[in-house]
């Protein structure tokens, strides 16, 4: 997963035509540690997406801008326009975030 560093990189990441996922975290958030030791085959599996990762310590107005009001969350953007968002509370278990994949399909 690549970290975005600038707003300018998130804008352009979430406008391109192939749909991306972003997730949003913070350093100090355990669930987020949780979902890393987890997520690498989901990635795999899921490859049709590209997967990125944000701070939402480092960039609050996008967090507020995309509803993210718990960590972590994941996005799926295409366009420019967010199409599906799975919520922290929802986004415990690798199981739940495979779920929430599934259903985009």
């Known amino acids: 997963m690549k970290e975005i560093t600038t707003e300018q990189q998130f804008n352009e990441i979430i406008g391109t035509e192939k ?3 972003v997730k ?3 350093g100090w958030c355990p669930d987020c540690t949780r979902m890393n030791m987890f997520i690498d085959p989901i990635i795999e599996e899921y490859n049709q997406y590209d997967w990125y990762e944000i701070n ?3 960039f609050p107005e996008l967090a507020e801008k995309y509803q993210v009001m718990g960590i972590p969350s994941l996005l799926i953007f295409k ?3 967010k199409l599906a968002h799975l919520h ?3 986004a415990k278990s690798p199981e739940q975030v495979i779920e929430f994949l599934t259903a985009q399909a």
Do not use: T, W
């Open 79 to 81: 366009n420019g326009e």
């Open 88 to 90: 922290s509370a929802n």
């Open 19 to 21: 749909s991306v996922i």
């Open 56 to 58: 939402r310590d480092e």
């Open 24 to 26: 949003f975290f913070a």
